[in-house]
């Protein structure tokens, strides 16, 4: 199996943000297989785990990086590592990128109230950034089938679907497929220590919480339940609403729906009074304390690209974790979950009515409540790290793609395109050259005048001899750069005519390498099957053995036995023939004596008659 290293963009850690979440998940699933090694941009400050080595790198220093990668077969990166680091396009091994987070529509939103060229420059960096990275990656995850569709059409119009490579993976689930976010295996278990009841000011055991997790960014919608509220403590006095609004612990900086939020909240007079702020950044081994305490969760978005294409958000499924109902905008994927499996209510975006009923509901209606918070703990249960992580496990357990004869070919276009460029401009010298036109200044002056009739009386054949010369010269000079012309397009037809022929012979030798990887899965997958009855031949080869040694020593008993038999026998026949002469004896004798018996009953008779 192949050493295996990811790399976070993000700070992974006792505090971190979904990015470094995701990557700290992985790696604790994935080493329990295989040993992994996981880098940040910042030093780890967990624990020593089973099976994961920790390191770190500076963002943007090349040499922190490349001693990692220089040790690595296979490499698990978020696509954006590569925006500062493009030596991670040129690692040798197996690449694997993780594109969960659709950043093109991420910035498109985070760089909205900048000028104008500024977000077209963003833009055209990150459409790039993922045009390189579909171009280079051996696979792809991604966290929903919305977005799998999304990338399998950059793929498709960037060339990287073939009939060879549809013929061997007809659904691309080896090329691309789906790993959402996780719920942690371990289950949630609180540490007895308050987290927010008591710790803030007008929040006790009495007050219902409605809790906001996620950041305050600026592609979500945290104004629209803020409107709400109103609302909501009209109906229900003990409901509070908390925002975990903690700065984010890595290079993100603060954004300004968290200052347009609390503006509001203290515009409608509940700021401290019906709506809180909690103002750190939430360790990820303490977050079930905050959970548990919150009776319904909230997670509202505008509409827009981002969360058409985003993941279920981490802090949505911390909500499945823990076994709360949350309450949710429409149009994204946390949504469909959420409508599909009963865990919550899906209410339309910038809506704040609709948040307000779907709120009361909850608060009031307590068998509803338990029947959307069993539906979500049940929901949690199915999308375990340990279930959802399959897909990225059998890429890493597949093949690794040599990529030396793509770098060779690579490097001859790269040496035929700068011959072609040079050929171009000295066929564009050449051309710029061949014309000869001697200069003749016409002179102003009588006297310059005078000597210009003076010359030309002195060397007349000499100069009509020059312009003949020139004459010629020009038309060799065009000839040349005709043939040039001629050479550059028969050349161009022959480098034409040869990549359609590479072109060919890549598409047969790709064919052929799925062909030779598909025949080896095969028999690989014929061995495993036939390794159960090999071991079950095994043990009735070592049954058969140990009957075969029972019959045998069955054999050898019975061997003794007849011996024994034999031996009697031939006593028995060697006694017999003495015996026989016995009995006639024997009977000789009983005869003789049933003789004297008559004899003497005779003479007793006789003996009797006188009487």
């Known amino acids: ?164 490579l549809v013929d061997s993976d007809p659904l691309l689930r080896d090329l691309i497929d789906v790993v959402p976010f996780g719920v942690s295996d371990d289950p949630p278990q609180a540490s007895g220590q308050p987290a927010l009841r008591g710790v803030l000011d ?68 509940l700021l401290g009074n019906g709506i809180h702020f909690y103002n750190e950044w939430i360790p990820y081994a303490q977050r079930a304390d905050f959970l548990l305490e919150a009776t319904i969760m909230v997670s509202l978005h505008r509409a827009h690209l981002e969360t058409r294409y985003a993941a279920v958000r981490s802090r949505v499924l911390d909500y499945f974790w823990v076994g709360r109902p949350s309450i949710v905008s429409a149009g994204d994927a946390a949504a469909e979950l959420i409508r599909e499996h009963q865990a919550g209510e899906v209410v339309p975006i910038g809506d704040s009515q609709a948040v307000a009923a779907a709120l009361i509901r909850l608060l009031t209606d307590q068998q509803y409540w338990a029947h959307q918070s069993a539906q979500a703990t049940a929901l949690g249960q199915r999308l375990r790290w340990s279930q959802v992580v399959r897909p990225l496990w059998r890429m890493i357990a597949s093949p690794i793609r040599d990529h030396s004869t793509n770098e060779k070919r690579q490097g001859v276009m790269d040496k035929l395109q700068t011959i072609l460029q ?73 480098t034409r005519r040869t990549e359609e022929q590479l072109h060919t012979l890549r598409y047969e030798t790709t064919l052929h390498q799925q062909h030779v990887a598909n025949h080896l899965a095969s028999l690989t997958q014929q061995l495993a099957e036939m390794k159960p009855l090999l071991e079950v031949v095994r043990q009735e080869q070592i049954t058969l053995n140990t009957e075969l040694h029972s019959l045998r020593t069955e054999l050898h008993s019975l061997r003794t036995e007849l011996h024994s038999l034999r031996t009697e026998l031939q006593k028995a026949r060697d006694t017999l023939p003495p015996l026989h002469q016995h009995i006639m004896d024997l009977e000789t004798r009983i005869l003789d004596f049933d003789e004297v018996l008559s004899q003497v009953a005779q003479r007793l008779c006789d003996l009797a008659l006188p009487e």
């Open 1 to 164: 199996m192949s050493d295996l290293l990811i790399i976070s963009h993000d700070v992974v850690g006792q505090r971190m943000a979904g990015p470094g979440i995701r990557m700290w998940e992985l790696a604790r699933t994935l080493a329990k297989q295989i040993p992994v090694t996981l880098i940040a941009p910042r030093p780890i400050d967990f624990p020593s785990a089973s099976g994961i080595t920790y390191g770190h790198y500076t963002w943007g220093d090349k040499t922190t990086l490349t001693p990692y990668l220089d040790r690595a077969t296979t490499v698990l990166a978020n696509g954006f590592v590569a925006s500062v680091h493009p030596e991670l396009m040129t690692f040798r091994g197996r690449l694997i990128v993780d594109l969960y987070d659709p950043i093109v529509f991420e910035n498109l939103e985070l760089f909205r109230h900048r000028p104008f060229i500024e977000r077209e420059e963003q833009t055209h960096r990150d459409t790039t950034l993922l045009r390189d990275l579909l171009l280079r990656g051996d696979h792809f995850l991604c966290a929903t089938e919305r977005q799998r569709d999304l990338y399998i059409g950059g793929l498709l119009a960037l060339g990287r679907l073939s009939p060879a």
């Open 422 to 494: 040079e050929r171009n401009a000295l066929i564009h010298d050449l051309e710029k050259h061949c014309h000869i036109v001697p200069a003749t200044p016409q002179p102003v002056s009588f006297v310059g005048r005078l000597k210009q009739w003076v010359r030309q009386r002195i060397s007349g054949s000499l100069s009509a001899d020059l312009w003949r010369i020139t004459e010629q010269q020009r038309l060799f000079n065009a000839t040349l750069v005709n043939l040039a012309y001629r050479l550059s397009s028969a050349f161009d037809e022959q």
């Open 202 to 269: 007008d929040l006790n055991n009495d007050h219902q919480i409605i809790l906001w997790s996620s950041g305050l960014w600026d592609w979500l919608d945290p104004l629209t339940v803020v409107r709400a509220m109103p609302d909501v403590l009209a109906a229900v006095p003990q409901a509070r609403l908390v925002f975990l609004a903690g700065r984010h612990p890595g290079q993100v900086p603060e954004m300004a729906t968290y200052q347009q939020t609390r503006n509001l909240a203290a515009e409608l007079g």
